[in-house]
T-cell receptor, first 114, second 114 residues
Framework: DAGVTQSPTHLIKTRGQQVTLRCSPKSGHDTVSWYQQALGQGPQFIFQYYEEEERQRGNFPDRFSGHQFPNYSSELNVNALLLGDSALYLC?????????????FGEGSRLTVL | AQSVSQHNHHVILSEAASLELGCNYSYGGTVNLFWYVQYPGQHLQLLLKYFSGDPLVKGIKGFEAEFIKSKFSFNLRKPSVQWSDTAEYFCAVKKQTAGNKLTFGGGTRVLVKP
């Protein structure tokens, strides 16, 4: 049973560029959340997708956008990259109709912005 | 805004020592509480969770946590640590009405010396 998979694992971009990160949820899960983990900090919630729509959003600018596909996989897009966007981006999946709300995390995509 | 505080950023201890990591949150409503662990080079994994009932929760690998509602705390404990417990530990809180949005603390790096 595949867990949450993310790609790419590492990437380097320059300021002003755009990046797309990808996530495949754990088998059977229908909800995907994205988190940003800056160095030395805990993960911060970016947004959550369910039924191909953004359901909740954290305190992130519109430069951060996402998409969920019919197969429940998801993309995170960041436009006009800033140095401060350098972080580990985590994808987490869950099953929405379960009240436990346990999240399963991928290993993350480490983005470096130069 | 809801926040989660973890009091210790770094903890160093020897094998067989006892471990206690503090976690306090600021939200006054009904919450669900989690401890996640991130071993070196691995993804975040759930250690234990509290939803309701007995405030003393037992998790995997001998960890337990106690929810003290009056103190807004959810401290993690392990009576006797092993070298393999070296990891970063994150406390997380979810409002019951907040879908799957977790608010994480800043994490505590634990180093267990053999």
């Amino acid at each position: 049973d595949a867990g949450v998979t993310q790609s790419p694992t590492h990437l380097i971009k320059t300021r002003g560029q755009q990046v797309t990160l990808r996530c495949s949820p754990k088998s059977g899960h229908d909800t995907v959340s994205w988190y940003q983990q800056a160095l030395g900090q805990g993960p911060q919630f970016i947004f959550q997708y369910y039924e191909e729509e953004e359901r909740q959003r954290g305190n992130f600018p519109d430069r951060f956008s996402g998409h969920q596909f019919p197969n429940y996989s998801s993309e995170l897009n960041v436009n006009a990259l800033l140095l401060g966007d350098s972080a580990l981006y985590l994808c987490a999946s869950s099953l929405t109709d379960r009240v436990t709300g346990e999240l399963f995390f991928g290993e993350g995509s480490r983005l470096t912005v130069l | 805004a809801q926040s989660v505080s973890q009091h210790n950023h770094h903890v160093i201890l020897s094998e067989a020592a006892s471990l206690e990591l503090g976690c306090n949150y600021s939200y006054g409503g009904t919450v669900n509480l989690f401890w996640y662990v991130q071993y070196p080079g691995q993804h975040l994994q759930l250690l234990l969770k509290y939803f309701s009932g007995d405030p003393l929760v037992k998790g995997i690998k001998g960890f337990e946590a106690e929810f003290i509602k009056s103190k807004f705390s959810f401290n993690l404990r392990k009576p006797s640590v092993q070298w393999s417990d070296t990891a970063e530990y994150f406390c997380a809180v979810k409002k019951q009405t907040a879908g799957n949005k977790l608010t994480f603390g800043g994490g505590t790096r634990v180093l267990v010396k053999p």
